[in-house]
């Protein structure tokens, strides 16, 4: 079998939860959108149900998944996409976001007893989300509908930046606007609640620290190991070229191995050198990133054999350095990873 593996260790998915639980004491909703960042929502859940007070989620098929796994609460963090979802609102009794004026239109048909609506307010990101001048009239309407409850929510621009002004500002937007009003509360994500306390309302979203993707320095743990299995092993001389449009020459005689991941497997492209590990120790890549394969430089390493494991990263890798070297962000690296990939789970 191609050993080209993610290992996802769920114990320190726990442990993940269980730090954001020292950083906060709001209630935690835990964003599992995009299948858990691509680690599996159905094994996520099993580890993390328990600890949180509801999930969130981008597409409806997405809520369905995650309403096989759990009764708690499952928000549609952009609301519907077409009208006709409110149906299916119904159906899964999930909350939905209100984010623009059109998604409210014809909403009285339906039943939203089972609904909270999380009214989404503009405080500077100017992504999604009703402007200021709007709320009064909007939360209004949204009040005279028959949901189960109404939260107040934003979302923060740079909250993983320590006291990013602009994100102040929209924090102090959002209490202005919504002091004093007797409904719940959300803006913080992940890194709001280790940056940012004074973000903090009645319901925290982290999503990314829950994967250990970033915050390490507060004390996430990664959660996933990218390993692979060198398949070929060749010497090369001085001068020789490799890999596609022989981007890459070899200054000296070495050898190249070959490891079968590649960008359809997830990898984000490189033309660049990124570093593996194998037997503990670095490498270079050689050449541009193929489809199916990664080349690497074993320099004249003769210990390296066929079927020794490559580490593209490991449980104490900090996701964050090395999505540095891919030239992208760790929530890429996780979500990119694809179905060809075999998944294992350690406890
Ligand atoms: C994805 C998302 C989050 C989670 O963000 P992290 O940076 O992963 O913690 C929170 N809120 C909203 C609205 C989101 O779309």
Redesign the pocket.
Known sequence: MRKTELKIKLSNLKDNINLIKKFTNADIQA?V?ANS?GLDVSEVLKVIEDDVESF?V?TISEAEEVRKHTTKPILL?QGIHEQEEYSLIEKYKLDFVIHSNWQLHGIEKYNLSNSRIWLKINTGMNRLGINLDDFEKLFQKVKSLNAKDIVL?S?LSA??IKDDSETLSQIETFNNLVNGIPCKKSLS???AIFNMPEAEHDIV?????IYGG?YNEFGTKNVSSLTSQIISLRNIKAGDKVGYDGSWTAREDCIIGSIPIGYADGLPYFKKPITVSINGKEFKTAGKLNMDLTLINLEQDSSIKIGDTVKLWDFDSNLSKVSEEFNTIS?NLLTNISSRVTKNYLE
């Open positions: 964003v959108k960042y969130s981008i963090l929510m979302q909250s993983s994500n992940s890194g979203r982290p999503g990314i620290a970033k929530y």
